[in-house]
Nanobody, 115 residues
């Protein structure tokens, strides 16, 4: 079993920054893709960014140039640096990791951007 612990959410004014972290622990031999999703009220969960074990990253168009995803394989941790935040970035952010063929979700962390 794999456990994910997320941290770093909070309330910030538009234009501000936050850094989310997600640490994985448990029965891990190696982690493949690590990703962040978000879900705003009344909307479907959407992919924000993902990073492969080799460091290849993809981003949603809405966050390109503002968000940066990175990972520390030694710590089984993924980071999402969010800059130039906008009110439309307000959502619950969820960490997702792939271990072989299994996918695991974090409990979610609230990000609120005030205008």
């Amino acid at each position: 079993q794999v456990q994910l612990v997320e941290s770093g959410g909070g309330l910030v004014q538009a234009g501000g920054s936050l850094r989310l972290s997600c640490a994985a622990s448990g029965s891990i031999f190696s982690i493949d893709t690590m990703a962040w999703y978000r879900q705003a009220p009344g909307k479907q969960r959407e992919l924000v960014a993902a990073i492969t074990s080799g460091g290849i990253t993809i981003y949603a168009d809405s966050v390109k140039g503002r968000f940066t995803l990175s990972r520390d394989n030694a710590k089984n941790t993924v980071y999402l640096q969010m800059n130039s935040l906008k009110p439309e970035d307000t959502a619950v952010y969820y960490c997702n990791v792939q271990v072989v063929t299994q996918f695991y979700w974090g409990q979610g962390t609230q990000v609120t951007v005030s205008s």
